[in-house]
């Protein structure tokens, strides 16, 4: 096994170019290290342009963002926030840091993202005691957007999307994060493109844009002093790691164009295998493909394709486990029929990494297919 070539999930991938370093040259041959500076500027108005926003901030982590997001919501103490129980933690947490309660919405196995019946089930049980609903767009699918703006237009709260699995995904042509009042992405290591680690949030609203960026340095009022009116944060991102950002954003397409032949991949050399499903890609949605998910409903289980993997050297792992089965957040309530965990139970992410060759495609294939044999 040792001598097998690793094989990620989801690593990252520079670009052949090298257009990254170029930036990160420029910082430092104009010791422009920290804090913020031009890559700073320039990353924050090139992703805005590439997915159609006015402003942007870029953060620490997709994190902070979604909790900046909540704070410009104005959500606070005992506010209730609606979450997809079918998500990473990353998105409920910050609910929590706000003092807020978080309301988990089951999925629905059309989108994998958050269900309508759910949701409007919750609006009826919560009514004026909601202050936001955080949208998830899970591995690059998006949620079914129009139908869940009425919703929240309808109720008067603010929507959130989490779009940090969904940079370069499109709903009806248009891409994720801009549909709700704010949109978050995550240059984590993992995902589709990576700073090393850090996050930005993007808005029409160019108001709640400046305040987040107060915010996010320290909180710091106009004068020669150090002076503050308000809680403050150390959320920005260093000039160094938005040079990385901006050179990632130069070859976003070609790697949503990589995922998406890998996903193609999968589907036609796996697809006929009994008991194996695809996740859903609707019409009106271009996904990015972030991972490939498929769900089991056979002999072999998800537990069996993961260790059969590893074994040969190679990664995946399982779908989230949904937020109300977490031990952190059994109290809180949970609307929906329990699709969420359906879809844990019986999933699997299959290694979708950018740098994978198609000798990679087929030895992953193989291990799946000896399974079946
Ligand atoms: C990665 C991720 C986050 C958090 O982003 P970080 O940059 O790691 O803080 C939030 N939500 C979802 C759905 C994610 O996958």
């Not at 629905?108 to 309508?116: A, G, H, R, V």
């Not at 029409?204 to 150090?226: C, L, M, P, S």
């Not at 990385?244 to 032949?261: E, F, H, N, S, T």
């Not at 697809?271 to 009106?284: A, H, R, S, Y």
Request: charged share 25%.
């Amino acid at each position: 096994m040792a001598d097998k070539k690793r094989i990620y999930l989801s690593s990252p991938h520079m670009s052949e170019e090298g257009f990254e370093i170029e930036y990160i040259k420029e910082a430092f041959e104009t010791n422009w290290i920290a804090p913020l500076g031009p890559n700073v500027d320039g990353f924050e108005r090139e992703l805005a342009a590439k997915i159609g926003a006015k402003y942007a901030a870029a953060l620490s982590s997709g994190t902070a963002a979604i909790h900046m997001a909540l704070k410009a919501a104005g959500v606070g103490e005992g506010d209730i926030v609606f979450c997809p129980a079918l998500t990473f933690s990353a998105t409920a947490n910050p609910i929590i840091y706000q003092n807020a309660i978080p309301v988990f919405i089951d999925s629905n196995i059309k989108t994998w993202n958050m269900d309508l019946g759910a949701l409007e089930t919750a609006f009826e049980k919560y009514g004026d005691r909601v202050k936001a609903v955080l949208v998830v767009h899970l591995y690059g699918l998006s949620a079914d957007l129009d139908p869940i703006i009425e919703l929240c237009k309808k109720n008067n709260v603010t929507l959130i999307e989490d779009a940090a699995e969904s940079l370069g995904t499109t709903y009806k042509g248009k891409y994720t994060g801009t549909f709700g009042d704010y949109g978050v992405f995550s240059f984590n290591g993992n995902k589709i493109i990576t700073t090393s680690g850090g996050g930005m949030l993007v808005s029409d609203n160019e108001e709640g844009i400046a305040k987040v960026k107060f915010w996010a340095t320290q909180a710091r009022d106009k004068a020669r002093h150090y002076q503050h009116s308000e809680l403050g944060y150390n959320y920005r991102m260093s000039n160094v790691v938005a040079g990385i950002g901006r050179g990632q954003l130069k070859v976003l397409d070609q790697r949503v164009a990589k995922k998406k032949y890998i996903f193609e991949y999968y589907k036609r050399e796996l697809g006929k295998l009994d008991g194996i499903q695809f996740m859903p890609v609707n019409e009106w949605n271009e996904p990015n493909y972030w991972l490939s998910c498929i769900i089991l409903s056979g002999q072999v289980r998800p537990i069996d394709i993961i260790e059969a993997l590893e074994k040969e050297n190679i990664e995946s792992r399982p779908i989230w486990k949904p937020m109300h089965e977490q031990p952190f957040y059994e109290a809180c309530d949970f609307v929906g029929e329990g699709i969420s965990k359906r879809i844990f139970e019986n999933g699997v992410c299959l290694p979708s990494d950018t740098k994978m060759t198609d000798e990679d495609l087929e030895r992953a294939c193989s291990v799946v297919k000896g399974l079946w044999e």
